[in-house]
């Protein structure tokens, strides 16, 4: 169980990182920590991987698709990818983000 000290240092990370979100729209920011705090991924919703070129909606658009922008990877999205390719496993980890996850977020956090 990871004590609610670090828990509000994740979330004052999961802010900082918001700042450097590429969405105009909605500034997201993403930690994953081990059981024991250490931080092993962190993410803003960002451009999906693979595009040749930033896309950032406020300069490019956004694409929405029911009241979502598609236009990016969600935070929480790029932060388990990344954690999935670094670390490895995401048993035993605790997620903190900036807003509320949307539905498909949810179900990714939880399988994941």
């Known amino acids: 169980m990871i004590m609610q000290a670090v828990v509000d240092m994740l979330a004052e990370r999961a802010r900082l990182i918001a700042c450097g979100s590429c969405c105009d729209r909605a500034m997201v920011g993403a930690v994953i ?3 024991s705090g ?6 803003t919703n960002a451009p999906h991987y ?3 070129h ?3 909606c406020n300069v490019d ?3 929405m698709v029911e009241d979502h ?3 990016t990877l969600h935070a929480e999205q790029a932060a388990i990818i990344d954690a999935c390719i670094n670390h490895g ?6 997620m903190v983000v900036t807003h509320l ?4 977020c949810c179900k990714l956090i939880m399988k994941a």
Do not use: Y
Request: net charge neutral.
């Open 50 to 52: 693979g595009i040749s």
């Open 33 to 35: 920590s081990d059981c």
């Open 89 to 94: 496993t995401l048993v035993n980890c605790a």
């Open 61 to 63: 658009g956004h694409v």
């Open 69 to 71: 922008c598609h236009s």
């Open 101 to 104: 996850p949307c539905i498909q």
């Open 54 to 56: 930033v896309h950032r």
């Open 38 to 43: 250490k931080i092993i991924s962190e993410a």
